[in-house]
């Protein structure tokens, strides 16, 4: 039997979790089941498209993306063991904007939101129990639990992490684009009362855009999204005791669209039909 050494993986690891799970009565229930079904479908999708030679990832040179559900909860990942650090950096960016943005955006859709975290380092994982624990799971299920919006945050040692190589960077890999793309600084709202200033999932890129898909290997066009998030979030009846998480994750949307809505605008425009934030 392997040592706990040759066994201990060395990667992303995403925890995202439903928000009023415990409130659920057995058609919620049978309802999530369905709508966590497709959210992984998505992330599996991804998960292929990484392991085509000829694919768009396929410079990812990681191991295979893995799911895991645990009731309420879906758990991604990805194993960067002896991967330069410079593509974990990069393809937790492309994971991010690829496969997690997709997944947020459609769980807001579907009317089953999710609240999650991502970590990097150590765990170990067995597919046959369905169980994965370690340093990076514990440090992802710490931190999405405190909170307070619907979102994914990157945890203070990923974060920090990701700031100190950026440094390292070349343009060519990790320009202010891409970044606000896939993930953001924000001071996100905790249940506390404080904030924490990490980074963010750019979820709402997903909202604003629409037509986009980097591994589509035809030409795609982008343009303004026609339905918009508030539109959406509209359209929820927020159980009692978490209007202020709805409240922060629409002040998370408005601050991004007024911050980054000028780069969305030039990017529509170089590859796309050019339109104006109203």
Known sequence: MANVKDRAKNGIVVMLDALGARNMDLADCDRFIKVRDR????????????QNPGG????????QLKTYTFGDTILLTWDFAGQRELDLVV??????????????????????????SVSLGQYIEDSGSNTVLGPAVADAAIWYERANW?????????????RDYEKKMSSIYIGKNILSHSIVNYAVPLKNGETLDTRVLAWPFKFLTKGYDPASKNAVSFILNETVFPDVLATYSAPSGTELKYENTLAFYDHYRKEYGKQIVEFISKYGRSMELK
């Open 150 to 162: 619907l979102g994914v945050i990157l945890t203070p040692d990923c974060a920090k992490r990701i």
């Open 91 to 116: 393809s937790l960016l492309a994971l991010m904007e690829d496969c997690i943005a997709r997944v947020f955006c459609t769980s807001i859709s579907l009317k089953m939101p999710l609240r999650g």
């Open 56 to 63: 768009f990832y396929a410079w990812s040179g990681a191991e």
């Open 39 to 50: 959210l992984v479908r998505i992330a599996n999708d991804f998960g292929s498209e990484l």
